[in-house]
């Protein structure tokens, strides 16, 4: 029955009616802060075994409120200001069962019990801590003579007031009584009062002894406490001590033979003191010693003899030092070690190692290795996590003399893989974590790429924080006997469906960012974790969300921690919610949308083929489609002459060779019978001794049409620009387009349009590029004979319009 935390100020006989079933009842906390307790308030339960008077800061006990509970085990009256009357009166003369008395946080200044604690002989358990008692001498217990306590806990007390004399005067306050553990910690024990309360406890049979915190050393601002020697804990010999608690504390050197009268120890706790130096023979004498615990202390170094003496030791704690130097013997007077830790500790090397005997475990955490290549370690497990390893292959190596079954490299370094060593295939690697790495750079330099392959043991492997966005092909298939893959808090976007190995039952990729994932992946898997990943909920998720709904697969984690991410409308609706009824039509559609796509991927592939096809070979369709047309139609009649020449050709001297062989060979016919038109050049109808102007002007006008080749040569040839000056004037005497330009070469605008004649014509008319492609030749040409042959008028309100416009002014040349 629970009453707590109410506004309840007394209690009686009539309180409870007859509850005979009743084992627990809690009157804890009672806000008004007081409680009185009457006489007979729980005769009406009598089966109680369990009674909580605790938090009622005033509480009021009648000394027979406790009458009829003859079953009480527990009786729990922490922090009531109760006083040591309460122990020294008769309140337990009907509790012949009670096994345990809480009276934590109270006042007690004294330690009295009544002598019918005598006749309790099921009492073992009594907490006293965080109380007032500052003395407690011989004969102050009689009442608990000839028990055995379990557990006596005076922490937290004012003893601290008796110094060394007192003691001596007080005697053994615990003669005759045998304790499992008694606590005596911070009651502010240094070197002095310690020994001299080990002297009093003389012959007391003590298991456990808890001093545990104290002010043993010089610590800051008490320089002048000792830390203890020899003969502190001398007084306990007898005392056939099991576990000796010492830890935070300010014990900076330990002492030669400081341990010497301890033969029977089995544990010693030295965690959080100070402790830099290790004295020669400091643990001799320990010769049972089991477990050794000197976490959180000072230790830089580690020398041959630190730990001599302790030839049964199977258990060491060397963490949250600033270990760094250990020599090579350090541990090797310690033939039945099993276990040591040295987490977080300031080691570079691993050369102590090889003089280990046969370990269990050790925890190398967070210490500062940079490699393990050459480390020669007999343990079946070790933890290598947080360290400053780099190179994956230096593990490798590590791996081909040990005997490992499970090891950690969980938040080191490794980016890079030089491996040129093959794991042996009898190894014997059960578990490897090599979370919070950086594999993914290892693998995108394809390296290491056979890493799994011959740990056909491996049943757990952690890959989670790798970075990871896809795996090698076959990466994991030397892994026949996985049974846990962790690939959480990577980038994977989808598994591949034959990456996984067969014999695995557990595979974690939550908070990843699967989107669509295939549920065939998963068919094989008793469990999976998919939390926290990036669904998109849309049609191509149907088969995925219908094996999430049916499948035996244990989903691990709440269903609503699988949810959506996209789209907009449905982020973060849990999957188990979303329906998807409309992809039912769209699966109908599916098969002509793919007859669709085919026949729009045919028609595109067709056409870009075409155009390639026709970009590569278009100079010979235009031949073929010129002997087509010579074969189809009739040649049309040549047309009257009406001038002597069909065309003047104008070009620059230093262009005449290949203006010859690409013009005058393929369209004067004085060259070939096949070609049609009678050309008009200087070198060969120019009349000798005759004035070159008038030359021009007489080929000009006894020409249809006048062709000219413009080049850099010509633009910088006088005598040109002068015949395309003349050719010009042509246009607004017969209002005909009788001149052709030919751009050759790479001349831009700017360099055409500086020439005034030029810049008109290109203002008024189209001109002629020759191609750069060598198939296109045939076409310009073709072209060009058409334009010969065509006659192109002109309107003559076009003349007037561009009469000013296009004036053209003649460049001055000077003739030599």
Sequence with gaps: ??????????????????????????LDGQRNERLTVHKDSFKNLPNLIELDLSFNKNLVLDQDAFTGLFHLENLVLYYNRLNSSFLENDYFKDLTNLVFIDLSYNDLTYLKPHPKFYNLYR???????????????????????????????????????????????????????????????????????????????NGTKIFHLKLSPHLMGPGFEFHSFKDPDNSTFAGLENSDLAILDISVGYIFTLQPLLFGRFSKLLLLNLAKNKINQIQKNAFHGLQSLQILNMSFNLLGELYNDAFDGLPNLQQIHLNDNHIGPIQINAFKNLPKLEFVDLMNNAITNL???????????????????????????????????????TNLADFFEFLKSATIQNTSLRKNRLTTCNYQVSIPKNNSLLHLDLSDNMIQLIWEKDTCLEMFRNLSSLQFLELSSNHLRSFPRGIFSGLTSLQILNLSSNFLTGVPSDILPISLHTLDVSRNQLFSPNPDVFLRLGTIDIRYNQFICQCPLVNFLIWLNETNTTILGDPNDIYCAYPDRLKFAPLHTIEFSMCDELAALRQLMFALFVFTSVVILTFMTAVIIYNHFRGVFFGLYKRLIKSVLEEEPPEEKTFKYDAYLCYATKDFTWVENVFIKNLDSDYCDRNRFKLCFEERNFMPGEDHIINIRDSIWNSK???????????????????????????????KNVLIM???????????????????????????????????????????CYKILREEKVKNRDVKVRTLSSTVELQQINVS
């Design 742 to 784: 030919i751009v050759v070469g790479s001349l831009s605008q700017y360099q055409l349009r500086k020439y005034k004649p030029i810049r008109a014509y290109m203002q008024r008319c189209e001109y002629l590029t020759w191609p750069e492609d060598d198939q296109d030749v045939d076409w310009f040409l073709s072209r060009l």
């Design 351 to 389: 050369q102590f190692c090889e003089s280990l005997p046969l370990l269990q475990f050790i925890n190398l955490k967070q210490n500062k290795l940079t490699s393990v290549k050459d480390a020669k370690i007999k343990t079946p497990t070790i933890n290598f996590s947080e360290n400053q390893l």
């Design 123 to 201: 009492f073992e358990l009594l907490d006293l801590k965080e109380n007032k008692i500052s003395r407690v001498c011989e004969g102050d217990l009689h009442s608990f003579q000839q028990k055995k306590i379990t557990v006596l806990d005076i922490s937290y007390n004012h003893l601290y007031y008796l110094n060394a004399a007192d003691w001596e005067q007080c005697g053994n306050p615990f003669r005759n009584i045998e304790f499992d553990t008694i606590n005596l910690g911070g009651n502010g024990f240094n070197e002095r009062t310690t020994k001299a309360l080990c002297n009093a406890l």
């Design 705 to 735: 049409k006048t062709i000219c080749v413009v080049t850099k040569h010509f633009l910088n040839d006088g005598w040109c620009v002068e015949a395309f000056n003349y050719a010009q004037s042509r246009y607004f005497t017969e209002l």
């Design 1 to 26: 029955m629970i009453l707590s935390d109410n506004y309840i100020l007394e209690v009686n006989l009539t309180s409870f009616p007859p509850l005979l079933n009743l084992l627990r009842l809690k």
